[in-house]
């Protein structure tokens, strides 16, 4: 029996929902930046989805959706790195609090 593609599409609105929530409604920086991996993820689970169903064959979605965890990995350290730069000289995570990042 096979899953039909309108489950994945709603799991997919689903996580985007999440992510976009964490982006809009999150005060820390952290949760911002796992907001936008959970929103790489819902897209992720789209191509993935429309590829099982519309060309099987061909797995250039796949590899597409490889490159979006690979981004989503690469912007999660180069965040993450500028975080704890930032809250080496501010002492503190939440986004408000950065209103002026000259030294």
Known sequence: MAIPLT?????AAVLFAI???????????VMILMGIEVLLNAVGLNLVA???????????A????????TIGAVEMAVGLAIMM???RNRHTVRVDDYQELKG
Do not use: C, H, M, N
């Open 85 to 87: 730069l930032i809250y």
């Open 50 to 60: 429309f590829w099982r169903y519309v060309a099987p064959g061909d797995y250039s």
């Open 62 to 69: 796949q590899i597409f959706t490889i490159l979006i965890i």
């Open 19 to 29: 992510g976009i929530y964490a982006v809009v409604a999150q005060r820390t920086a």
């Open 7 to 11: 489950a994945y599409l709603i799991v």
